[in-house]
Antibody
Framework: EVHLLESGGGLVQPGESLRLSCAAS????????MSWVRQAPGKGLEWVSG????????YYADSVKGRFTISRDNSKNTLYLQMNSLRAEDTAVYYC????????????WGQGTLVTVAS | SYELTQPPSVSVSPGQTASITCSGD??????ACWYQQKPGQSPVLVIY???KRPSGIPERFSASNSGNTATLTISGTQAMDEADYYC?????????FGTGTRVTVL
């Protein structure tokens, strides 16, 4: 059974940093593109960042480019999101999700971790 | 940047058919997929590659994609189908979500 478990969320002040983790199990982690998707309180879904199975290719939404860095450790079956220079508008539940091979659809989602940026 | 537009809300009576549209420029040239999200829960993929259902998704969920519009149809809508629905496509190395539609089963 596929399982994705995010951690690392919390309350931070504007300008601070936070690193999110996503522990994966139940599938061959290194074979799958992975992504982070966020949802601000009461708002819709927003794709944040994606990474290829090997980690060689990374992609970012314009809203986070230059501030967030996605990475993965395939030996630990773990996905990361390093978030720097956080802003109030980054406040959201952050989900990790794997991408179904060949479809560019998010097949499985974690339960999410809440990041709150406030002074 | 690419945008996908959905109606904010759709109401349907139990047992009737609900249709949710998703509009985007030449969306029919891309694969569209759909997610269901119930309050306090993570999204669930209900349709991928325009019209395919993942394992475990009821047959009452169907979809199509042509021209500038993708459509999710829920036939014989049940109370358990009350949720937010999001379309999604991939464009220029980014994943784009629709604005979301709240389906209310009256």
């Amino acid at each position: 059974e596929v399982h994705l478990l995010e951690s690392g969320g919390g309350l931070v002040q504007p300008g601070e940093s936070l690193r999110l983790s996503c522990a994966a199990s139940g599938f061959t982690f290194s074979s799958y593109v992975m992504s982070w998707v966020r949802q601000a309180p009461g708002k819709g879904l927003e794709w944040v960042s994606g990474i290829s199975g090997s980690g060689a290719s990374t992609y970012y939404a314009d809203s986070v480019k230059g501030r967030f860095t996605i990475s993965r450790d395939n030996s630990k079956n773990t996905l990361y999101l390093q978030m720097n220079s956080l802003r109030a508008e980054d406040t959201a539940v952050y989900y990790c999700a794997n991408v179904m091979t060949g479809s560019r659809a998010f097949d499985y989602w974690g339960q999410g971790t809440l990041v709150t940026v406030a002074s | 940047s690419y945008e996908l537009t959905q109606p904010p809300s759709v109401s349907v009576s139990p047992g009737q058919t609900a249709s949710i549209t998703c509009s985007g420029d030449k969306l029919g040239d891309k694969y569209a997929c759909w997610y269901q999200q119930k309050p306090g829960q993570s999204p669930v993929l209900v349709i991928y590659q325009d019209s395919k259902r993942p394992s475990g998704i009821p047959e009452r969920f169907s979809a199509s994609n042509s021209g500038n519009t993708a459509t999710l149809t829920i036939s014989g809508t049940q109370a358990m189908d009350e949720a937010d629905y999001y379309c999604q496509a991939w464009d220029s190395s980014t994943y784009v979500f629709g604005t979301g539609t709240r389906v209310t089963v009256l």
